[in-house]
């Protein structure tokens, strides 16, 4: 059966050691997944593998209030994002967590039935619009801002590495897509996603992270938050000068919308093989090709060297989201 992997081959988890098997003895404990592939996929540049797992176990797994709203949250921003496998993939942690109603509802893509829910997904689908007025006043309590942004914020980069560098397919053949299979695999994973998780356990993993911003202040997502982004941005020196400038400038007037194909935004492949990749993982990474990938891989770049330039697009539209953040009136909320 076919890999979930496209452009790279990963080195196998059971040959990791130091901080890369402590990832994976964290993930197995607390996600339920010893390998998810969604991590899996950076480990050929390791130092994003811990920032990444990090930022997704504190906000999402250990973060504050409840699991299905944080669900909600994430499954809207990967509906925004076009990332198939990030929406299966919560479908199937709603059904773990026995939300069956909702989980159905999002993998249809439809609205649930509860106001409330619905007001969470479509606040995580707002998320994808640089400063959206609908981001305040949030559907959440001022106590558990930072886990829901930090949710928020994750998707958008997970949903980006996933997109490029992963195929549609949550389990083989595409199995997710039955109703059946997501409610049996939602149940294989009931007992982590129900139980308790302490916040903080992976801080330990990361090299001196900062506080993090100001929306996290105090929480276990800050320094998550900061770690990933050192991590991610350092992908920009794989660009030259006029080729990041370009990235910067045109991420920084991205309004969120999903660019056309062969529309302005995106250089050519032949002319800007390294900015165009960067760009397609900030805007559309769902659109990346072969073509492109090979337009820019040539020696000496590796699969190290691929991932890493993904992560700084990828993170570049995470920085575009979270520097609009309306941060005020978010740290108004009751």
């Given at each position: 059966?076919?890999?979930?992997?496209?452009?790279?081959?990963?080195?196998?988890?059971?040959?990791?050691?130091?901080?890369?098997?402590?990832?994976?003895?964290?993930?197995?404990?607390?996600?339920?997944?010893?390998?998810?592939?969604?991590?899996?996929?950076?480990?050929?540049?390791?130092?994003l593998l811990a920032p990444a797992w990090a930022l997704l176990r504190e906000a999402l797994i250990a973060g504050s209030g409840s699991r299905t709203d944080r669900e909600l949250v994430a499954a809207g921003t990967s509906l925004a994002?076009?990332?198939?496998?990030?929406?299966?993939?919560?479908?199937?942690?709603?059904?773990?967590?026995?939300?069956?109603?909702?989980?159905?509802a999002?993998?249809?893509?439809?609205?649930?039935?509860?106001?409330?829910?619905?007001?969470?997904?479509?606040?995580?689908?707002?998320t994808r619009v640089p400063g959206s007025p609908d981001l305040a006043p949030p559907p959440f309590a001022r106590a558990d801002l930072a886990s829901?942004?930090?949710?928020?914020?994750?998707?958008?980069?997970?949903?980006?590495?996933?997109?490029?560098?992963?195929?549609?397919?949550l389990l083989p053949a595409g199995a997710q897509r039955l109703q059946a299979v997501r409610s049996l695999?939602?149940?294989?994973?009931?007992?982590?996603?129900?139980a308790p998780h302490r916040p903080g356990a992976s801080l330990d993993l990361l090299d001196s992270p900062g506080p993090g911003p100001a929306w996290a202040a105090g929480s276990s997502v800050g320094?998550?938050?900061?770690?990933?982004?050192?991590?991610?941005?350092?992908?920009?020196?794989?660009?030259g000068d006029d080729d990041l400038a370009l990235v910067q400038e045109t991420v920084a007037k991205w309004d969120g919308s999903h660019p056309a194909p062969g529309g302005p935004e995106?250089?050519?492949?032949?002319?800007?093989?390294?900015?165009?990749?960067?760009?397609?993982?900030?805007?559309?990474?769902?659109?990346?090709?072969?073509e492109d990938v090979a337009a820019w891989r040539v020696a000496p770049y590796t699969d190290h060297c691929l991932v890493h330039l993904i992560a700084y697009g990828a993170f570049a539209a995470v920085d575009r989201i979270e520097s609009?953040?309306?941060?005020?009136?978010?740290l108004e909320t009751p």
């Open positions: 059966m076919p890999g979930p992997y496209r452009y790279t081959q990963p080195p196998s988890p059971q040959s990791a050691t130091g901080t890369a098997a402590a990832v994976w003895e964290q993930t197995a404990t607390d996600f339920g997944i010893t390998h998810p592939p969604t991590l899996v996929v950076l480990s050929s540049a390791p130092e994002n076009r990332c198939p496998f990030c929406v299966d993939a919560h479908a199937v942690l709603l059904h773990a967590n026995g939300d069956h109603a909702l989980g159905e999002v993998a249809r893509a439809a609205a649930p039935g509860d106001e409330r829910a619905s007001r969470l997904l479509e606040w995580g689908r707002a829901h942004v930090g949710t928020a914020l994750t998707f958008h980069f997970i949903n980006r590495i996933v997109s490029a560098l992963c195929t549609e397919n695999a939602g149940r294989s994973l009931s007992r982590v996603v129900r320094p998550a938050y900061d770690a990933l982004r050192t991590a991610a941005t350092k992908g920009a020196g794989l660009l995106l250089p050519g492949r032949a002319e800007r093989p390294g900015a165009r990749l960067a760009l397609l993982a900030a805007l559309a990474p769902y659109r990346i090709t072969g609009a953040l309306p941060v005020p009136e978010l």
